[in-house]
Structures are given as C-alpha cells and as structure tokens.
C-alpha cells in the first residue's frame, strides 16, 4: 500500500492520459499565489465520472493522495499535492451536456470554463453571472465557493449550483441536489460540497442556474474625492436596496496600477465601479438612485460605458487589476487577503487595512467586492526575500483578525486551501471540529485534497 | 440507562419547567396533518442554549430520543415522538435578540414566530420575506428548510438564514455562518443544519436575513379559462426575468373552499393570485409585462389590491386556503403533498395531478407556489375510514412518483419528517446512505429526533 503502486495501476488504468513527466508534473505544481512550486507524483486526466471513481478506488486502497485540478487560477494552494500523490486533472471532462433553455439551467462537466460556458449561451439569450475575474473551470470554482464582481446581484457558487454528480473518497457516485428551484428533501449534501476543496469529493458534473440576459446593462466608474465617502456611497446604496449588479471599490494604488498597465488616465483616487442590469427603465431609475446617493459623498464625474465594448474595457480594469498588479514588479509574487465584514464594518475594515499597508514596506493595492463587504489586498513579494513574505503574511494576519473581530470571515471567495488553514479554529471554534468528524466520516483514510481545510487532514 | 433515568434526571434540572401530564404531553402529541396522536414520554421548556446543552446530554447518557417542538405546524410529523422520549418545547425561547438595520439582519431565538419578528420590525421599515402562510417558529422554519409564497423572489430558509447557533447530540454548542455576507470558509454546516430537521441538532439561535419593505407593493388576482393558459402564464413571466414576489396557483376547488369559508365570490375557475415589490415604476413595469403576458393566455379581470388591508384580504384567501379546505369537512384529516418539479414540466406535472384527484373519490383542491415549480394536493381523508387515507396515500403516491420522473423532488418546502422517508431512496439513491454516515458520525447514539429524514435512524 504505497503511493508507487498506486502510480503503476494509474499507469495501468489510464494509459497515455497518465503522465510522470517533468514538464507535466510541473505545470500541476504551479499555483497563482505565493506557495512555493509543488509538484505532485503524477496526473491523471479523466474523460468521465466512472473513470474518476475507478482512480479513486485504486488511492484508497493504496493510501494515495488525489488533489483535483481544473485549471490552476486557486489563490490559497488548493490544487497543490503537499503530501504528494496524483493531480486528477478535469481540464478534458469540458462538455456543455445539456443546456435547458426552458428551465433556465444547463449541465457541464467541471473542466468547463466559465467564459467557455457563456460562449456557448451566446444565442440562448442566457448567460451564467458569476465572474471571479479568473477563466476558471466551473468545478473549482464550485469547489471554492467562487463569486466575484456579480455576486452582490446573483449569489455565489452556492446559489447557483443546482445539483452536482461527485465521486466520494470510496469510489461511489453521487447525484445531490436536483434541477427544481427548491427542495426541503434531506440535508443538504449539495452545499457540503460546493467549498468542500476536493476534501470530501471530486466534482463530475454541475447543473447549474442561469439567467436572462437583461434587456439593458449599463456600467460606469466614478472618482472619489475620499475612500470614507465611496465606502459611505455603498452601503446606502446596499441599504437602499437598489439591484446593483456590479459595485466594485478600487483603491488609488489600483487604479495607478491599471493606468500603467492598461494606458488609461484615470484620476489616481478611490474609485467605484459599477453595473446596473434591468429593463431599460429600470437600469435608467437605479442609476439616478445611485448617482444621486454618490453626489452626496463626494463622486466626481461619472464616465459612462453603455455598449458591450465599452463596459468590456471598462471591466477588464478591474478584471484584470490582478495581472496589472503583477505587472508592476513582475518577479514578484502576490499574496492576496480576502476578508468579508458586515458591510457596516466596512469602513473601519477597509480604512484600518489601507493605514496598515501605508505604514509598510510591503507595495499593495486594495480592490473589493464592497457590495458583499468583501475586498483583497493584493501584497506584492519578492520570493527571493523571505523578509518580504514575512511582511506580507503580518499585513494579512491583522487583517484577519479584525475581520473576526468584526464578524466576518478570513475568506468571502477564494476559499482556506492552505493558505487559511491557521484562522479556522480561531473563526468557527468547535464548529471546525465538527468539519473534521464530516470528513473523517466521508475519508476514513484522508486521500481526497489532504492538508487543507480541516485539522490533521 | 434508560429513558425512566432520563425523565427523572430531567425533572431535577428543569423543575416546574419539566412537565409529564397528560395535557402538555397531549398538546405535544398532536399535528396538523394526518398523523395519529402520538404522545411523547414528557416535555421540557428550556431557557436558553446552555439548558438545552444539559438536557441533551443527560438524554445522550440515557439513550433517551429528544424531539424539538415549534408551535407544532409542520405536516409530515416531524414534531412528533415516534420512538417516544422528550419532547423539548423551543416556544419559551422568543426573544429578538438584536436588530441590525444597517447590515439588514436580526438575531432571533429559535421560538420566534416570523409573525412575531415582523411586528417587531415594523418601525424599522425592514421585514422578514419568508411566508410559509403559518405562523410557524422560525426555529421550525430553518428545521425544515422552508419558504412558501414568496420564494420565487426571496429565496427559502437556506438563503436567508445566515448563520446559526446550535446543540449537537453530545451536547456541543456550535456556531456556524457569519454575519458576513458570503463566506468560503470551509464546509457550509449551515446548511446542513438548515433542513435537517433536528436530526443532527438543535438550533439555539437564528440570525436572519431582512430586506428593505419595498416602496411599492401592488397585489393581484385573475382568474384564467384554463389551467393550462394559468401555467402557461406563470412559466412566460418566470422565463422572461420579471421579479414578481409572489406568484400562486389556485384551482376551481381551492376558488369554491374559499368563497364558502370567506363569503367571497370569485369566479370558480383557476386563479393566479401575484404580488409585485419595487418602486412605483417597477412594479408598474412589472404589473403591465404581467398584464401583457396574462392576456395572451386567455386570463380574465385582474382584482388589484393596493392598500395594505386590501393586499390582506387578498392573501388571506391563499394563506387561509389550509383552513378553507378543513372547514369542508372539519372532521376530516389533510394530507397535503408538496412536489416540486423544473418549471418547464409544471404543466404536466400539475394538470395529471387533477387529472387524478377529478378520477378519486377523495375531495381536495391544489395550490401552488408555482413560480418555483412547487405545488400542494390537500387531500380530505376521515380518520375513521383507513379506506380514504389508502386513497389519498395513492394519489400521493402517483404524484411523487411523477415529480421524481420530471427530474423534480418529493418536497419542495415541507420537509421529509416520517412522512417522506419512504421516497428518499428513489430521490437520493447512494446520497442517502451518506446522509446516513453523516448523522452516525454526529449523532451516533440516534437521540435527536430518531425516525426521520435517514434510513434506519
């Protein structure tokens, strides 16, 4: 019972969609944050759900690690085989399977993308809302409790996945969830596996909610004379009630990024930006609620996006604020903190953060999904300097913690992977205990994504 | 180690607060629905979370079965001491616990009634949406996972509880949630002690989701030349996006239940009965997009209520349509199913149901939050005659079979209690052996509320 001799009966059982070379193992041990390179035994590519289980038997019974990989866009080492063993890549299980128009769902394979998923709806009229920014596959975005820019309007990944197909750690499949809107028929096993990581199961296939395109979309970015006055402008947008799609918060440090990256001139101050999704009418009356809500605290001139390519260029400056971040010291890496507070604690949470990064050596900047009181600062760190991560890792740290403090969370989207692992005693208490006893009950011997999200896994 | 040891141990902790009379054990003994008196062995009226700690413990020691109690409205027997053991009645614990406009939530105990919460909220202009029609404990509310009218806009349990405080089966106190706005912080064990009945533990504490009451709120009914036209409409204006924040289905029988128990005089054809939330213009909006689509499905005059007592007078007739069907034969026992099905196969779905129910001698009605695809039979069955409840139990039969071929669920928002166990195999197949799994790994000595939702339990 060794991870060699799970190797060779992977080999045995996959063929030519095995591999332990070096190229391949390397580009399944890269990761988009600041975890070191690390490179599983070998991977895996799936084409289906019976395939997936057969692998997993075979780790079982072996006592084999298997991490699942969609594409590697995960920001807190989900997808890195820590302990070794087999990257399961889902990149090739990347079928649109059914899209029901009527219903307003569709089913695909978790190596779908989300920008793959959406080309295919281009003439259903439909279209899947939720944008973390990334093109990640469906199902790690499923596995992460993704969101992004939209999920103050649509939810996250727990909203809109419907139902799924899983392989558990033995090797069974199973369906959960179902494609009626609602449903009080046992527990929930559906939403203990989206954000599960891979720990508990691998996903094979999503059914998943879609939505109308809107008759109008309308975006805009405005400047703000202070960052109190923007966060003062969001929460009384959000208190308001007003159906905001999009409502983002750059901080000038992004803003001077994107300006660089993107030779764009806008006014390096606090930014909002923001979507509106309705009838023509109703886009027209929460814009003027917005507007009249943001001229009280300080906005200054609204620039205005109404065609497609001109919110596509609109959006790509926060869309790709990570890239242009990067872009700015591009040897270095990024570690990016990913607090939520209720969004009354908003102001405190965010001013206290940027203070803290004014006071640092550490370059940074601070975009948010404000509207759910979630924002990331994004530390730059040079991977040669040790001290730098130090650095960067204290920054996070008192993040963190006021987070909890204030009764939020250490993550709103990218989820605990490894990165997290240290705040969850601290953030659910005997509660993470519980988490530990699920997966035991599930993963009796802790192959599935071992070394992340609960204790001694 | 028996439940006689657990009642003794019982009485000493919670004194004149621990009762094993006849009348409170028969209070606890009865449902609204078709299950026979089942009395439990005694009933407890803890305080708080800490009592409610004790009392499971000594009843973990005792092997002694604990069955949450609300107000004792939900219908598949969920309340009910099947195994006998103790009744714990959650009623005594009904303080709002704290208000949170700004960040549109409030902390309630589990005894809350949402009636109750809503009249506190009244000066706050925010309200609770969920509306199952009875005033039930939003502690029973979260148990069973359940939504009602307004859930085609709202959502259900599942996503306006946002976290929890609860009581595992070793007696535990756990919080789970945040009063972030989204979180990716490991498993979701809020969801999956929303909906799960009491099986796995008893909630001590809610804290809930608010929305802003809307500026406008517009309600309407209109009858329809046939059912088909009624659904046809309903499925249109799902499809096309509008945010109607109710939209019901009532037949001829539940028309004619309500005229007779309300001396109203609505045309005795079927009905769609809407509320639209917004602003002054969207609900306008909202209403002519309805009209439009209406009026190409052959729906007759609309009945608008805009006030608040006419709006009470209209839903008085939905909310009150339980009642309407029991003052037929108020002798006479409901079983009321609860099959939710994609939208797109609402129709079949619906119109083989009365198809069936015209084929029976058995008198009932059909109602439905169709919006969501979710709809109820109210069967009439005479406890003294085991030949209707036979036949009601056909019908039933015939219509989960159906909704489980549509792709649908055995229940939408009632939850699976003793009344639906026997479908969760054909529903769930391996998933329920998990479900299974999870509540050994956390209940292990089955106390908490033994005989429902999993097998063998």
Not at 32 to 49: H, I, K
Not at 55 to 76: K, M, N, R
Not at 105 to 123: C, F, H, I, K, S
Not at 372 to 400: Q, W, Y
């Amino acid at each position: 019972m060794t991870i060699a001799t799970a190797l060779i009966r992977l080999e045995t059982l996959f063929g030519d969609r095995f591999s332990a070379t070096e190229a391949v193992r390397g580009h399944h041990g890269q990761n988009e944050s600041y975890f070191p390179v690390t490179l599983p035994d070998a991977v895996v590519f799936p084409r289906n759900a019976q395939e997936v289980s057969a692998a997993v038997q075979i780790c079982a019974a072996e006592g084999c690690p298997v991490v699942a990989w969609g594409v590697g866009t995960s920001l807190e080492g989900h997808a890195l085989a820590f302990q070794g063993g087999v990257s399961m890549d889902m990149s090739g299980m990347d079928k649109v399977v059914a899209i029901n128009a009527e219903d307003l769902d569709a089913v695909v394979q978790p190596g779908v993308t989300r920008e793959a998923l959406n080309t295919e709806l281009r003439a259903t009229g439909l279209f899947f809302p939720i944008d973390p920014g990334a093109n990640a596959t469906l199902g790690g975005m499923a596995a992460t409790r993704a969101s992004g820019t939209t999920a103050v309007r649509y939810g996250t990944m727990r909203d809109n996945v419907l139902a799924l197909e899983a392989v558990l750690a033995d090797g069974r499949i199973i369906r959960v969830g179902s494609r009626a809107r609602k449903s009080s028929s046992g527990y929930d096993l559906k939403n203990l596996i989206v954000g599960s990581e891979g720990t508990l199961a691998i996903i094979t296939e999503l059914t998943l909610r879609l939505q109308g395109v809107p008759e109008s979309i309308t975006s805009a970015r405005c400047p703000f004379e202070s960052v109190e006055g923007a966060v003062a402008a969001v929460i009384e947008t959000i208190q308001m009630g007003i159906p905001v799609a999009r409502i983002e918060f750059l901080d000038p440090g992004a803003i001077a990024a994107f300006n660089a990256y993107a030779k764009m001139d806008m006014p390096v101050q606090p930014h909002l930006f923001l979507e509106f999704h309705g009838s023509e009418a109703g886009t027209k009356e929460q814009a003027e609620m917005f507007g009249a809500i943001a001229a009280e605290h300080g906005a200054g001139e609204f620039q205005w996006a109404a065609t497609l390519e001109e919110r596509n260029r609109l959006w790509a400056a926060r869309h790709n604020g990570y890239y242009a971040m990067k872009a700015i010291a591009p040897h270095k890496r990024i570690l990016t903190t990913d607090v939520c507070v209720p969004i009354s604690r908003l102001a405190e949470a965010l001013l206290t953060t940027m203070k803290d990064m004014e006071d640092s050596p550490i370059e940074g900047a601070v975009v948010g999904h404000v509207g759910d009181g979630n924002f990331h600062s994004t530390l730059l760190v040079d991977p040669d300097k040790p001290e730098e991560l130090a650095e960067a890792k204290r920054l996070a740290h008192r993040m963190n913690e006021l987070a909890l403090q204030l009764g939020g969370t250490v993550t709103g989207e990218h989820g605990v992977g490894r990165g997290k692992l240290e705040y969850m005693e601290a953030e659910h208490g005997a509660a993470w205990d519980v988490m530990g006893e699920i997966k035991r009950a599930l993963d009796p011997h802790g192959i599935l994504n071992p070394g992340k999200v609960v204790r001694g896994n």
